[in-house]
């Protein structure tokens, strides 16, 4: 009975998504090249700037349109914007991006937004993390705490990458469900349980508009609001529900995100890391030595994650880090422990500044981390030309009936 | 629970042998320069045996910041003084990195403006941050608390009068700031874009460190030049560009002169220790 409902509630969600991509392919909504626009949005990305321009991503019609602009009028993340300009295709790689050439930004600081406090608050905690931590180290834990990624210097940002260790700062299921389980402990001492949750769940939301929306802390956050609201955080059979629902609601409300590589990465890595360990444990017994079961998990985790994503990142970037597997095993222990003396002292620092100075218990570890992807990070990657689309569908046809054959 | 104990205990033992070895190492009572490696633009840093700290540019992006997080003790978001020779891009941007990041107590430049967007924002985070501005002109000593003392060699109050109003954007490094760097019997002169054009009005005299002027451009330098100043060491700071700098011609009379030359695109951070009598490149 029950399986029936879930199967006709599956496929009632499939039938609609089909008709949303149907309407939204209709009304082909994708920007013409070289037409003019003019569109009100907020800027829900990093503004990086150089000496010449600062540079950041709009969201026009559900496409991510980029923008270089004058330094002035200054923008930053949150602001709502007036942007005008003409749209073009460009080259990035093997990927083509939409950029607004010639662009005209003015800040409407007029619209008044319950957000704004959130992304003031953005701002002030950046702020106190870089007044207390040296430059590197600051962007470093803002980045594991937070997902804020402004504040890297391009070439730290490229190291990260070639270390295989980027998506460590890129705020998702970690960052949540920590979040949930201090808030829920939190209020569960002095609120109803129903309470205790309700606010859990806000705070959820909140985090995801200080992290900035991205396609991964959004599936993360309402997989994680489902968990919450319904109690069953920890049980694994519930992530498929759970990622579908959150692929569904997303895709519903955007259809363009399937091409987002954020999005592709995020559900595929979640999805791995759920069903790839039990498989590499049924193929490769590995033995409970002590010192094997202190990384042993890390290199599972890493290399389910890495198996499930390497075909989107190979034909997208055309590039894969060979160290990535080995450096995460190494570093991510310390992932954790970073998000809880990060997360905890940006609330006491909030309330009262020179708490921030606890920032400085995460120096060692923040070293430490520092040192091994810097190391790691001046050798080279593995590049790959050109990925064909018929060899992802038999990867990912092998690993599906890797994950059949394990259920046997 | 005793893991987490184990590497809180161990995190704050390490914590304080670094804290230990930095606060020595920055209370030796020496006299530290560096030359930044930013790239194709000037940045120097140097912390006066007093523990006063100044940058003299920031270099064209934020690597001024690597530069700085390496060599202050991790707790020391203060700088005491930026000196900002002339406003060309690949001279401040850093700095409005800078000031986004520490503390800093005093802006001093010569007072003439850039009219870039970028220059805008620096003026704009300058008071944003409510550093205090003064302007500099020859003649000028700063006193960095101890024996350590900067004289202003260039631009004169008669040039600045005389050329103010018609300064155009290329002409700007003839306005630069020539800084002579002193501390018991060691010297240094900084040079910032002021080529051999603006050097040869100036008297000059023996010194142990010379920055070679806008780095290593063709006609920065000559033997004349080169003649009264002796130096020991030069650098040259560059990074990859179009103009060709730094040119074969400056390498050649450096070298014909003797002088020992190290390049930031080549050697990197270029770090002097001194205590008023000798010095040393450390490595």
Request: hydrophobic fraction near 45%.
């Amino acid at each position: 009975m029950r399986k029936s409902l879930i199967l006709i509630f599956f496929a009632f969600c499939l039938v609609s998504l089909g008709f949303r991509f149907y309407i939204y392919d209709k009304a082909n909504l994708k920007p013409e090249n070289g037409s003019k626009v003019a569109f009100k949005t907020r800027v829900l990305s990093e503004v990086k700037a150089n000496s010449r321009i600062q540079s950041f991503s709009l969201s026009f019609k559900g496409y991510r349109i980029y923008v270089n602009s004058p330094l002035y009028p200054q923008i930053s993340y949150g602001d709502m914007v007036m942007a005008e300009g003409t749209i073009g295709y460009k080259k990035l790689g093997t990927r083509e991006i939409i950029v607004l050439d010639s662009p005209k930004i003015k800040p409407d600081s007029a619209q008044f937004s319950l957000l704004n406090p959130i992304y003031s608050t953005r701002q002030r905690l950046i702020e106190i993390f870089q007044s207390y931590l040296p430059p590197e180290e600051a962007s470093l834990l803002l980045g594991i705490v937070f997902g804020v990624r402004e504040s890297f210097s391009p070439q730290f940002y490229e190291e990260l990458q070639k270390a295989g260790v980027l998506h460590v700062i890129a705020a998702s299921g970690m960052n949540i469900s920590m979040l949930g389980a201090l808030l829920a402990g939190f209020f569960g001492v002095f609120l109803k349980r129903q309470m205790a949750i309700v606010m859990t769940c806000i705070g959820i939301v909140l985090f995801a508009a200080l992290a900035g929306f991205e396609p991964s802390i959004v599936r993360a956050s309402i997989m994680g609001l489902l968990a919450f609201s319904a109690q069953i955080l920890g049980r694994q059979s519930w992530a498929l529900l759970g990622a579908a629902i959150a692929g569904f609601i997303m895709l519903f409300v955007s259809p363009s995100l399937i091409k987002d590589i954020g999005f592709q990465l995020s559900f595929t890595a979640t999805l791995g890391l759920v069903y790839i360990p039990p498989i590499i444990q049924k193929a490769i017994p590995v033995k409970r030595a002590p010192m094997i079961k202190l990384v042993g998990e890390d290199i599972i985790t890493t290399i389910s994650a890495q198996i499930s994503t390497l075909p989107i990142i190979l034909a997208n970037f055309g590039t894969y880090s060979i160290w990535s597997v080995l450096v995460n095993s190494i570093v991510l222990w310390t992932v954790p422990l970073l998000m809880i003396i990060g997360g905890v002292t940006a609330i006491l620092a909030l309330l009262f500044e020179p708490f921030g100075n606890l920032l400085y218990l995460a120096l060692p570890l923040l070293w430490y981390f520092k040192l091994v992807v810097r190391f790691f990070g001046q050798f080279g990657q593995l590049s790959i030309s050109i990925f064909p689309w018929q060899i992802q569908i038999a990867y990912y046809s092998f690993i599906f009936a890797a994950i059949v054959w394990r259920k046997k | 629970m005793k893991k987490y104990l184990f590497l809180s205990t161990l995190s704050i033992i390490i914590l304080s042998v670094i804290f230990t070895t930095q606060y020595l190492q920055s209370h030796d009572g020496k006299f530290h320069m560096v030359f930044c490696d930013v790239g194709q633009g000037d940045s120097i840093f140097f912390r006066t045996s007093a523990g006063i700290d100044v940058l003299v540019d920031g270099g064209p992006d934020d690597k001024v910041l690597g530069c700085l997080g390496e060599n202050l003790p991790f707790w020391d978001r203060e700088i005491d003084m930026l000196i900002l020779t002339h406003p060309h891009a690949d001279h401040f941007t850093g700095l409005t990195y800078v000031l986004k990041r520490y503390k800093v107590k005093h802006f001093l430049s010569t007072g003439i403006e850039g009219n870039t967007e970028i220059y805008r924002k620096l003026k704009d985070l300058l008071a944003e941050h409510h550093v205090s501005a003064k302007n500099l002109e020859a003649g000028d000593r700063i006193r960095l608390g101890d024996e350590s003392v900067i004289d202003v060699l260039w631009p004169s109050p008669a040039w600045i009068d005389g050329r103010y109003q018609s300064m155009s954007e290329d002409r700007l490094n003839e306005s630069s700031l020539v800084l002579l760097l002193k501390y018991g019997s060691f010297e240094a002169m900084l040079t910032g874009d002021a080529e051999d054009l603006i050097l040869k009005e100036l008297s000059l005299s023996d010194v142990e460190i010379l920055k070679v002027p806008h780095h290593g451009s063709k006609g920065a330098l000559t033997e004349e030049i080169l003649q009264p100043l002796r130096p020991e060491l030069s650098v040259i700071m560059v990074g990859r560009n179009s103009y060709g700098h730094p040119s074969g011609e400056i390498i050649d009379i450096l070298s014909t002169a003797g002088v020992k030359t190290l390049r930031t695109d080549l050697d990197g951070d270029v770090k002097i220790e001194t205590d008023g009598k000798n010095w040393v490149v450390k490595k």
